[in-house]
Nanobody, 126 residues
Framework: QVQLVESGGGLVQPGGSLRLACIVS????????VGWFRQAPGKEREGVSC????????YYADSVKGRFTISRDNAKRTVYLQMNSLKPEDTDVYFC???????????????????WGKGTLVTVSS
């Protein structure tokens, strides 16, 4: 059974930082493209950042370029999202996803992923 469990969300002031983690169990993470998405009630889901399973290619949404960094540790079965210079508009529920066949664009832009986590809430507010 494949499970993705996110952690690291919380309340942070504007300009602050958070690091999200997603532990993936039930698969060999080396073979999967993984990514982070976000969505608030009434809003469309946005592909925030994705990382390839082969050459390490990365995709970032324009809204987070230069502020967020995605990384992976296959040995720990964990994907990270380092979020710096956070803004109130970054407030959302953040989900991780994994797929063995997607590339970073089909995952982050077309939202194609077989497996999804349940999300962790990030609130940016003073």
């Amino acid at each position: 059974q494949v499970q993705l469990v996110e952690s690291g969300g919380g309340l942070v002031q504007p300009g602050g930082s958070l690091r999200l983690a997603c532990i993936v169990s039930g698969v060999t993470l080396d073979h999967y493209t993984v990514g982070w998405f976000r969505q608030a009630p009434g809003k469309e889901r946005e592909g925030v950042s994705c990382i390839d399973n082969s050459d390490g290619s990365r995709y970032y949404a324009d809204s987070v370029k230069g502020r967020f960094t995605i990384s992976r540790d296959n040995a720990k079965r964990t994907v990270y999202l380092q979020m710096n210079s956070l803004k109130p508009e970054d407030t959302d529920v953040y989900f991780c996803a994994a797929d063995p066949l997607a590339n970073v664009r089909t995952m982050c832009v077309l939202h194609r992923a077989n497996y999804w986590g349940k999300g962790t809430l990030v609130t940016v507010s003073s």
